[in-house]
């Protein structure tokens, strides 16, 4: 009898921890399907894995190392849709995610004529180089790739990060 009770009780535990971890996905309301994936890190798994898991994930672009110094990140939400997705749909959702959530535009880069990353913040007020979140996205027009961390991403420690690269690449030039 009290092994049913225990699962009972754990069964409506991981119940309400899924129901309150839908009601803050961002993507929620873009349905899985072809072409499109979705991926949800909640704060739990966060709090377990710590920012560890993802300093070793670096591009040419983003320092991963450098934004979680000094992060706390409650969790990450990823979008990639592709061929055979209403991209344009998407891209309409993504644009009304990002004015709805009142985020301000903090890096953006294009190359060639061609929209490349924009990074979107929303900055705490307390700490200029404190965001608590951020939206990374990458719209190549067949593809769209769209990021959302929440928590505290200390966006300062990677722009120090960027400028001190940047200086390095200008003195060996």
């Known amino acids: ?5 225990l699962a009972f009780f754990l069964a ?19 349905p899985s399907g072809k072409g499109v994936q979705k991926v949800y890190v909640s704060q739990a798994l966060m709090k377990m894995l710590g920012t560890k898991a993802f300093e070793a994930v670096n591009s040419d672009d983003v320092n991963m190392a450098a934004i979680l110094k000094g992060s706390t990140i409650n969790s990450v939400e990823v979008l990639n849709c592709e061929e055979g997705a209403n991209l344009k749909s998407i891209r309409s959702k993504c644009q009304a995610i990002i004015k709805s ?5 903090l890096v953006e ?7 490349g990353v924009t990074i979107y913040g ?18 190549e027009g067949d593809e769209i790739n769209c990021v959302v961390l929440t928590g505290k991403i200390n966006f300062g420690a990677a722009v120090s990060q960027a400028m001190d690269n ?7 030039n």
Do not use: H, W
């Open 101 to 105: 959530l009142n985020l301000q535009v």
């Open 1 to 5: 009898m009290k092994l049913k009770n």
């Open 109 to 115: 880069n294009s190359e060639d004529g061609e929209q």
């Open 166 to 172: 940047q200086n390095d690449d200008d003195d060996n």
């Open 122 to 139: 929303l900055p705490d007020p307390s700490d200029p180089d404190i965001v608590t979140t951020a939206l990374i996205y990458n719209d």
């Open 12 to 30: 409506i535990a991981i119940i309400g921890t899924t129901m309150a971890c839908a009601q803050q996905r961002v993507f929620a309301d873009i």
